[in-house]
T-cell receptor, first 116, second 115 residues
Framework: AQSVTQLGSHVSVSEGALVLLRCNYSSSVPPYLFWYVQYPNQGLQLLLK??????LVKGINGFEAEFKKSETSFHLTKPSAHMSDAAEYFCAVSEPQKTSYDKVIFGPGTSLSVIP | DAGVTQSPTHLIKTRGQHVTLRCSPI?????VSWYQQVLGQGPQFIFQ???????GRGNFPDRFSARQFPNYSSELNVNALLLGDSALYLCASSLHRGPNTGELFFGEGSRLTVL
């Protein structure tokens, strides 16, 4: 069964420092992978997605993620953190070859704090 | 263009009661999914509806039900509420049933508190 793990429920970085949020997945078929962001009291917003094209995916707000099949990882990075990046980040996976509907499995989330 | 809208935004119920949550998808989107997000956890898939039919269901009891209307809006119903049903209920819309692109557009959710 597909699943997602996110190492570190809370991550703190200084403003201007590198952001690295870790995600590992398990899937029996080539997956689609996603990062979603959730700001306080809001719904989720798609940051970026991997759908079997380029392994390095660029998203909104300067975020990018790299798909590494050998490591079953899809870590999210941003070179320089901004105060506005403070939010909850969810890694997610779907299996387009196995289900005909939009079933997306989310990880437990990582809360990012940015210190001035 | 309006995004996904959900109502009510907050509500409080007591154990054993029933609740109905409503969702309007983005214009042109024919698919609606429901997710439950318990505090401190990631969203859990409950249902997907496409063209008024249930296309997928997560591991939730029969107390949870939903339907989709001809205008593609949707209702989530939960009967016999339990304390553990307290959560943020998220509605997401997408363009079509498949392939399973997983690109979902979420509303801001309905926060249910069960006392």
């Amino acid at each position: 069964a597909q699943s997602v793990t996110q190492l570190g429920s809370h991550v703190s970085v200084s403003e201007g420092a590198l952001v690295l949020l870790r995600c590992n997945y398990s899937s029996s078929v080539p997956p689609y992978l996603f990062w979603y962001v959730q700001y306080p009291n809001q719904g989720l917003q798609l940051l970026l997605k991997y759908t079997s094209a380029a392994t390095l995916v660029k998203g909104i707000n300067g975020f990018e993620a790299e798909f590494k099949k050998s490591e079953t990882s899809f870590h999210l990075t941003k070179p320089s953190a901004h105060m506005s990046d403070a939010a909850e980040y969810f890694c997610a996976v779907s299996e387009p070859q196995k289900t005909s509907y939009d079933k997306v499995i989310f990880g437990p989330g990582t809360s990012l704090s940015v210190i001035p | 263009d309006a995004g996904v809208t959900q109502s009510p935004t907050h509500l409080i119920k007591t154990r054993g009661q029933h609740v109905t949550l409503r969702c309007s998808p983005i214009s042109g989107h024919k698919s609606v999914s429901w997710y439950q997000q318990v505090l401190g956890q990631g969203p859990q898939f409950i249902f997907q509806y496409y063209e008024k039919e249930e296309r997928g269901r997560g591991n939730f009891p029969d107390r949870f039900s939903a339907r989709q209307f001809p205008n593609y809006s949707s209702e989530l119903n939960v009967n016999a509420l339990l304390l553990g049903d307290s959560a943020l209920y998220l509605c997401a819309s997408s363009l079509h049933r498949g392939p399973n692109t997983g690109e979902l557009f979420f509303g801001e959710g309905s926060r249910l508190t069960v006392l």
